[in-house]
């Protein structure tokens, strides 16, 4: 499977265009964990650091959970990798952990994003609030957030792969 990645229009609507961007970097992040197996998906970046391809994958699932369906439709949605016992179990990886699942479980949290998000204006307020903070978000925020947060862990996922196999790219 090659992952087509696809910048939004230059001319696009301000939602087309935050919508682009955060499905362009989803791309991405699917993009840098091509054509490796579940063992180099699974191998940690540097010592001391736990950061991983998969892992990466995984935190990005939580991360798509918690903002799409807890904070933006409040929707009753435990974590699925970390705990409070565990705050990081997204990164602690054993051999029983594949790609296949962390990618599907991902991608099953980016369509209940899409069909989440499809249903608020990018000036609606959160249905549900941040867990720490109390606070509540418009939609715009949220995507915002998203595309950040995406375009940090692919500048990690870049290093990764390059340590991995040598491969780069924009």
């Not at 799409?68 to 565990?86: G, I, K, T």
Request: proline content about 2%; charged content about 35%.
């Amino acid at each position: 499977m090659t992952t087509e990645r696809r910048m939004p229009a230059p001319t696009a609507d301000e939602r087309t265009m935050l919508e682009g961007w955060l499905e362009f970097h989803r791309q991405t992040l699917a993009w840098k964990c091509e054509g490796l197996s579940d063992e180099q998906l699974r191998s940690a970046s540097a010592e001391p650091s736990e950061l991983s391809l998969m892992g990466l994958v995984r935190h990005m699932a939580d991360v798509e959970r918690n903002w799409f369906r807890r904070v933006l439709a409040n929707e009753d949605a435990a974590p699925l990798y970390f705990s409070d016992e565990d705050l990081d179990g997204e990164f602690h990886l054993t051999e029983a952990d594949t790609y296949r699942e962390a990618h599907a479980t991902w991608q099953a949290e980016i369509e209940a994003a899409r069909r989440n998000a499809a249903r608020f204006g990018l000036d609606d307020l959160t249905e549900g609030k941040h867990r720490r903070t109390g606070e509540r978000f418009n939609l715009r925020w949220l995507y915002t957030h998203m595309i950040e947060e995406y375009a940090r862990h692919n500048g990690h996922a870049d290093l990764i792969r390059e340590r991995i196999d040598g491969s780069t790219g924009d």
